[in-house]
C-alpha cells in the first residue's frame, strides 16, 4: 500500500466512523495481519475500544479475521474496499436509475449499515418510504422484498458468508472464532420469507398512526424479540457487479461518442429507456453486454461469442431495424480501429465478441490523453497521440511529424518526461552501450503511465478532502451559528410566530456573515463535485490495471 | 522531499519523490554498470572504457554531482555533474555519460535555470480546468455523497472518543452520563459471526454484583437505611439475569483493567452518591421519571 493510499484511507475512515476506527484501521492496513493484544499495544488504545473499533470494521467488511494455530485470531485490512467508500454515492445513484426509489433505499441501508438480513433491510426501507408518502399512505412490505429479490436475481446484492451449521455437537469448547463459508450456487439464492406488514411512520406522541391506539405502542418494540425467520442470514452490496455495470455504461457511451450522432436535446438520459435510432451502434453494444452479464466473469478479456441472430433477437422490444441492418453495423463495429467487437467466427450470422480488455486500454488511454492535453496543451498532445500512435520515435522524427518546430517539441518532450507520461528507451547499437552509439527513443508505456496517474489521483482526492474538513473547520463557528437559528426559526414556526418576529431572527446573521457562508457552501460543493470526478477516473484507471495484471 | 542536489530534481517541475517509475533520461543505471560481457570484444572503445574506469574511482560523484547541473551554454568539457546515480563508476569527471545531440541539446543551447529549491506549494496553473459535471445527474450525486456523510455520523458506528475528564470535578458530572455505558456498543452485532474475544460484557450490570460479592470495596462514605433497601431491591432483580462463570472470570479481569477506566471512576461516584441515579430529575423532563423500587412517597 503506497503512501498515498494509506493517506486517503485514513482520511475515508475518520470522516465516516471517526478517530479510533481510524488509528485502529490505519494501524492494520500498514503492518497487515495482527491479534488483537499486539494492535491494542502497538496502537496505545484501552483494549476496549480496540474491540469497539474491530467490530465496526468488521460489520462493514473492511477487515477480515482468520484463526491460525493455537488459538490465535488475526485480523487484517482491506485497503482497496476502504477506498470504495468513495463511491457509495454512485452505487447508490446507479440503483436508483434501475430500480427507482425502493432499490436505490435498499442498496443505501446496505452499504451504510455494512450487512443486514433480508427482513432487517424490508422493514426499515419501507418506513422510511412511508415517511415520504403522503399522509394516510403506506409502503408495503411485498413490494420492497420483490425489489430485493430482483436485486438479488441480477446480482447486485449478495450473502455474505456465513456460519456452517454443525450437526454434531462440540466435544471440546467452541472455536475463538467461526469459521464461514460461503458457496457460489448459494450466494444469491433469497430465503423464503413471507413479510407481511406495512411501513409505519415515526409520529410524535400527539398524532397517531393511522388507526393504532396508543395501547399497541408497547407491543411494537417486543416483535423484536420474536425469532424471525431468515436470522443469521446477512445479505451485502456485490461492488464487483455495480463496477461491472459502470464499466459497461463506459463502454456504451464510448462507443455512441464515436459512432454516433450527436443525441437531439430532449433525450432523457437513463440507462435502460428506449433510445432514438439515432443511437443503433450504442444500442448494439449495450444489448450485446447485457447478453453477456451473467454468462461472462467480469475479469475475462472476452465476453462469449454472440451471434448475430441472438442479438438480433435481444434488442429491445420496439426497435425495429431490420437484419441487414444490424449485420452492417456489427461489421462497422468490428472494422473499427477502435477494436471494441471483434467478429470471432462466421457460423449464425457471425459471431461477435466484445473485446473487455483492449477497450478498458482505450479508455484508459483516452484519460491519460486528455490529462496531457489540459496540463499541458494541445500541442503536447499532439506529441503524446503521436508517440502512442508510432509506438517508438526519436527526437528528430518527432519533430518532423508533428510539425512542430524542434525547440518548442523539446521543451514539451520534457516537460511530458518529467511528468512521467513519457518514457525513453534506449537502443544500444554496439553491446558496449556507448552513449553515441545508442538510440534514444520516446514511448509510452500505458502501463506505468496509468499506475502514476492512479497514484497521483489518490494525492489528489486525499488534498480536496483536507482541504473540505480545513474549509468546515475554519467557518465553524459560522456553521453553528447559522444552524442555531435555522433551528430557533424552525422551532417559531411551529410555533406559529408573526413574519416580523421571523424576519428579526433571521437578521441574527448579518449580510457579510450570509455571503461568507455562501462562499462556504459552493467551495464545499466544488470540492465535493472533484471528488466525485476523480473518483471516476480512479475508477476507469484501476479497471484497466486489474485486467492487465491478470492477463499476465 | 530530496535536496536540490538530487539530479533528478533538477528537470522536474512536480516534486513527487515517491514514484519509482521514473525512466528519467539521466538516469544512468543501465549506462554505469560494465557488461562483462564475454561475447565483447575489444575494440578501441573498450580501452578507452578502462581508461574511463580508473579515473572514476578516483571521483566521488555525489559530492561534485549537480551543484549547478549547466549554467547557459553546454560545454562538454566542463566539470561534469550529471555522474551516474550508481556511485560515479562509470564516467569520469568533466565527460558527459552520453552523446547531448541524441536527445536533442544541441551544443551551445540555453538550458533551463537550474532549480535550486524544492517546488512551491502550489505551483501556478497554466491552463484552467474543465468545468465540473453539472446537471441533474451530478447534483443528485452531490447531494446524495453531502447527505450520507451526515448520515454516518449520526450511526453508532460513529465511535467518538471519551470526553476527557474536565480540570476540575462538577458536580453535575455526576449525574450526566455521557456516551453508551461502560464501552458497550451502541448496536448489537451477530455475536454468532465476530470472534469471541470482540465481545465486551457490560459492565454495568457486572458492577452492581462486584459490589455484593467482593466485600473488598471501600466501605461506602453513607450507609443510608434505604440504600440498603435499594441495594437488596437492585440485586433481587440482577440475580435473575445471573450468567454462567465465565462473567466472574471476566470481572476479575476487568477489575484488572479498571483502573484504567475513566469512566469506571465516574460510575464509582455515582454508586456513592446520597441519591439514586434513575430518581434524579434535573428538571427536564417532568413526571417522566421511573418509579420503581421507592419507599418514599412521590410528592
Request: glycine share 4%; hydrophobic share 35%; aromatic share 6%.
Amino acid at each position: 500500500m503506497t503512501q498515498a493510499e494509506i493517506k486517503l484511507c485514513s482520511l475515508l475512515l475518520q470522516e465516516h466512523f471517526g478517530e479510533i476506527v481510524e488509528k485502529i484501521g490505519v494501524h492494520l492496513i500498514r503492518t497487515g495481519s495482527q491479534p488483537l493484544r499486539v494492535i491494542a499495544h502497538d496502537t496505545g488504545t484501552s483494549l476496549d475500544q480496540v474491540k469497539k473499533a474491530l467490530c465496526v470494521l468488521i460489520q462493514h467488511n473492511l477487515v477480515i479475521y482468520q484463526v491460525h494455530k493455537r488459538g490465535v485470531v488475526e485480523y487484517e485490512a482491506q485497503c482497496s474496499r476502504v477506498l470504495r467508500m468513495l463511491r457509495y454515492p454512485r452505487y447508490i445513484y446507479t440503483a436508483k436509475t434501475l430500480y427507482s426509489d425502493t432499490g436505490e433505499l435498499i442498496v443505501e441501508e446496505l452499504l451504510l449499515n455494512g450487512k443486514m438480513t433480508m427482513s432487517a433491510v424490508v422493514k426499515k426501507v419501507a418506513d422510511r418510504l412511508t415517511e415520504t408518502m403522503e399522509d394516510g399512505k403506506t409502503m408495503d412490505y411485498a413490494e420492497v422484498s420483490n425489489t430485493f429479490v430482483r436485486l438479488a436475481d441480477t446480482h447486485f446484492v449478495q450473502r455474505c458468508p456465513w456460519v456452517p451449521a454443525t450437526e454434531n455437537s462440540d466435544p471440546g469448547p467452541p472455536p475463538p472464532a467461526p469459521i464461514l463459508v460461503i458457496s457460489e450456487k448459494d450466494m444469491y439464492l433469497v430465503p423464503k420469507l413471507s413479510l407481511i406488514g406495512k411501513g409505519k411512520r415515526r409520529r410524535s406522541s400527539d398524532e397517531d398512526a393511522a388507526g393504532e391506539p396508543k395501547a399497541k405502542r408497547p407491543k411494537y418494540s417486543t416483535d423484536n424479540k420474536e425469532p424471525v425467520p431468515d436470522d443469521g442470514i446477512y445479505w451485502q452490496a456485490n461492488l464487483d457487479r455495480f463496477h461491472q455495470h459502470f464499466r459497461d455504461q463506459a463502454i456504451v457511451s464510448a462507443v455512441a461518442n464515436r459512432m454516433d450522432q450527436p443525441e437531439p436535446a430532449s433525450r432523457v438520459n437513463s440507462e435502460l429507456q428506449f433510445t432514438f435510432q439515432t443511437q443503433t451502434s450504442s444500442e448494439v453494444v449495450r444489448t450485446m453486454l447485457r447478453m453477456s452479464e451473467i454468462t461472462t466473469p467480469s475479469t475475462d478479456p472476452f465476453t462469449q461469442p454472440l451471434s448475430s441472430n441472438e442479438i438480433f433477437r435481444s434488442l429491445p422490444v420496439g426497435y425495429n431495424i431490420s437484419k441487414q441492418v444490424l449485420d452492417q453495423y456489427l461489421t462497422l463495429l468490428a472494422d473499427d480501429p477502435l477494436e471494441f467487437v471483434g467478429k470471432s467466427g462466421d457460423s449464425g450470422g457471425g459471431m461477435y465478441v466484445i473485446n473487455l480488455h483492449k477497450a478498458l486500454g482505450s479508455l484508459a488511454t483516452a484519460t491519460l490523453e486528455s490529462v496531457v492535453q489540459e496540463r499541458f496543451g494541445s500541442r503536447c498532445a499532439r506529441i503524446f497521440r503521436l508517440v502512442l500512435q508510432k509506438k517508438h520515435l526519436e527526437q528528430k522524427q518527432v519533430e518532423d511529424f508533428a510539425m512542430i518546430p524542434a525547440k518548442e517539441a523539446k521543451d514539451m518532450l520534457y516537460k511530458m518526461l518529467s511528468g512521467n507520461f513519457i518514457s525513453l528507451q534506449e537502443i544500444p547499437k554496439t553491446p558496449d552501450h556507448a552513449p553515441s552509439r545508442t538510440f534514444y527513443l520516446y514511448t509510452v508505456n500505458i502501463l506505468s503511465a496509468a499506475r502514476m496517474l492512479l497514484h497521483r489521483c489518490y494525492k489528489s482526492i486525499a488534498n480536496l478532502i483536507e482541504r473540505r474538513q480545513f474549509e468546515t473547520k475554519e467557518n465553524k463557528r459560522l456553521l453553528e451559528k447559522s444552524q442555531r437559528v435555522e433551528a430557533i426559526i424552525a422551532s417559531m414556526q411551529a410555533t406559529g410566530a408573526e413574519e416580523v418576529q421571523l424576519q428579526e431572527i433571521e437578521e441574527m446573521i448579518t449580510a457579510p456573515e450570509r455571503q461568507q457562508l455562501e462562499t462556504l457552501k459552493r467551495n464545499v460543493n466544488k470540492l465535493d463535485a472533484s471528488e466525485i470526478q476523480v473518483d471516476e477516473t480512479i475508477f476507469l484507471l484501476e479497471s484497466y490495471i486489474e485486467s492487465t495484471m491478470k492477463r499476465q | 522531499m530530496k535536496p536540490h542536489l538530487n539530479p533528478r530534481s533538477i528537470l522536474q517541475a512536480s516534486g513527487d519523490e515517491d514514484d519509482g517509475l521514473h525512466h528519467h533520461p539521466l538516469h544512468f543505471s543501465t549506462l554505469a554498470t560494465p557488461v562483462a560481457d564475454a561475447s565483447m570484444h575489444l575494440s578501441r572503445s573498450h580501452q578507452t572504457w578502462e581508461a574511463r574506469r580508473t579515473d572514476a574511482n578516483k571521483s566521488d560523484a555525489y559530492a561534485t554531482c549537480c551543484t549547478v547541473f549547466l549554467t547557459g551554454s553546454l560545454n562538454t568539457q566542463a566539470p561534469s555533474t550529471m555522474a551516474s546515480r550508481g556511485g560515479g563508476r562509470g564516467r569520469g569527471r568533466g565527460q558527459l555519460t552520453f552523446n547531448m545531440e541524441a536527445v536533442g541539446i544541441g551544443k551551445g543551447d540555453a538550458l533551463p535555470p537550474p532549480t535550486l529549491q524544492p517546488s512551491p506549494l502550489f505551483p501556478p496553473l497554466e491552463f484552467r480546468p474543465v468545468p465540473l459535471p453539472s446537471g441533474e445527474e451530478g447534483e443528485y450525486v452531490l447531494a446524495l455523497k453531502q447527505e450520507l456523510r451526515g448520515a454516518m455520523r449520526q450511526l453508532p458506528y460513529f465511535i467518538r472518543p471519551a470526553v476527557p475528564k474536565r480540570d476540575v470535578e462538577r458536580y453535575s458530572d455526576k449525574y450526566q452520563m455521557s456516551g453508551p455505558i461502560d464501552n458497550a456498543i451502541d448496536w448489537n452485532p451477530d455475536w454468532r459471526r465476530l470472534p469471541r474475544e470482540l465481545k465486551i460484557r457490560v459492565r454495568k450490570l457486572q458492577k452492581e454484583r462486584t459490589t455484593i460479592l467482593i466485600p473488598k470495596r471501600p466501605p461506602k462514605n453513607t450507609e443510608d437505611k434505604e440504600e440498603t433497601i435499594q441495594k437488596l431491591e437492585t440485586l433481587e432483580k440482577k440475580e435473575e439475569e445471573v450468567t454462567s462463570e465465565e462473567d466472574e472470570e471476566k470481572e476479575e479481569e476487568e477489575e484488572k483493567e479498571e483502573e484504567e477506566e475513566e469512566e469506571y471512576d465516574e460510575e464509582e461516584h455515582e454508586e456513592e452518591t446520597d441519591y439514586i441515579m434513575s430518581y434524579f430529575d434535573n428538571g427536564e423532563d417532568f413526571g417522566g421519571d421511573s418509579d420503581d423500587n421507592m419507599d418514599e412517597a412521590i410528592y
